[in-house]
């Protein structure tokens, strides 16, 4: 395991309790930002009054993107993206996952990331669960970015209700996981600036696998019931 | 793949309509039923006016669960549970799943059987989803049981919040899979029946598996949170 309880490399973080952590300040970068997920994330985050650039493989593309949804937003490469961010969130597709994340593997050192993506397959049957040689996509990145502070979260939300401007607030839980305390503290004060989201913690990255997985369950929820559906967590 | 859409041995139930099938007829048995998980939803069922038996390795210990919780409920060895039952539910530990099921293999032919089990291992670092061979503790289940109408739902359920009498209704949705739609339709009646409980169709049984994983999720969210956390599906 890679993972301490309390990294060097975040000593600021390691200090601030769960309830101080000024995230407003920290600038967000979203890898795969142009997609449907990444588009949507971004939205809500600079609409929140976040600072966020967008990553992608073209500059231009990420810009166009960027010009497109207003709110400050900047476009940039994805090694550009990561330079100017304190946080990454990796929106990309399963199949550029890996590449991505050795793109800009020695930028991202020291800082945080918060891995998205669901690695799917699909058939005629509809979608399933495929299950990474790390575990999860969530793990593959903690593998491949040792020196990174590698988290999980915001794998259940519809990119249709995150890009429609008709939609101010979207009631749903997003489950984060990690292996640090503050790290986690921090994604989920990230959750809570979106209008009716809230991060809950939901265990350590071993645990991710099954998080990205139920993506599956809610594509064939949608199928069955015609909605975008979401995941609540009751009794808290 | 052992299963069709319409199972030869259903005949009755493929005609019924989603809101014409007459669960409340139907007798359930639940094996495992003197564990904490199998009395909560013998106590959740019974209460709730449906006829419930209660299958044990032992049928003293049944008879002696049984009489505890009241209800008209009745105790029996676990073969005994299945023949006198429509439904079955399995509440055993994973690691007794596969034998169980042996055992009553040929009792549950034609049955709709209910999995409910959830694959986890512990260790210092909390719970984690173990992966079965077969995919999942349901898909296990299918393949052990060709003749058998098999389904799975109820994972997500605190046995401290369903045998609390204190507690009328227990607000939460139940995710329910299956290969055949008028098994889950079924399955999903039965859930309605208990107070709060909403069931849900979220897919086939290969996307079990992280249906029975987020178990250890839960586990965590509680151990952070310190309460009894469920699943509810926003956005239906």
């Given at each position: 395991m890679s993972f301490t309880d309390t990294p060097a490399t975040t000593p600021k973080l390691a200090q601030a309790g769960p309830g101080a952590l000024d995230v407003a300040q920290q600038t967000v970068g979203i890898l795969g930002g142009t997609?449907?997920?990444?588009?949507?994330?971004a939205y809500r985050l600079a609409g929140a009054g976040q600072r966020v650039v967008i990553g992608s493989r073209a500059a231009e593309r990420a810009q166009e993107t960027a010009a497109q949804l207003g709110l400050g937003l900047t476009g940039h490469s994805n090694i550009?993206?990561?330079r100017r961010s304190d946080i990454v969130i990796v929106t990309v597709p399963?199949?550029?996952?890996a590449a991505t994340l050795k793109e800009?593997?020695?930028?991202?050192?020291?800082?945080?990331?918060?891995?998205?993506v669901n690695p799917l397959g699909f058939d005629s049957k509809g979608a399933y669960a495929l299950r990474p040689e790390e575990g999860s996509a969530a793990e593959q990145a903690a593998a491949l970015l040792p020196e990174?502070?590698?988290?999980a979260a915001f794998h259940h939300l519809s990119a249709t209700l995150l890009t429609d401007p008709e939609i101010d607030a979207i009631e749903t839980d997003v489950l984060v996981l990690g292996e640090n305390r503050a790290d986690t503290d921090l994604v989920q004060a990230l959750v809570d600036r979106i209008p009716g989201m809230h991060g809950i913690y939901a265990g350590r990255l071993r645990n991710a696998h099954q998080v990205e997985g139920l993506?599956?369950?809610?594509?064939?929820?949608?199928r069955r019931y015609k909605k975008h559906a979401g995941i609540l967590v009751a009794g808290l």
């Open positions: 997609g449907p997920q990444g588009r949507g994330l550009e993206a990561v399963w199949e550029g996952h800009v593997r020695e930028e991202l050192a020291g800082k945080l990331v918060i891995d998205s990174a502070r590698v988290t993506v599956a369950n809610l594509i064939s929820i949608n």
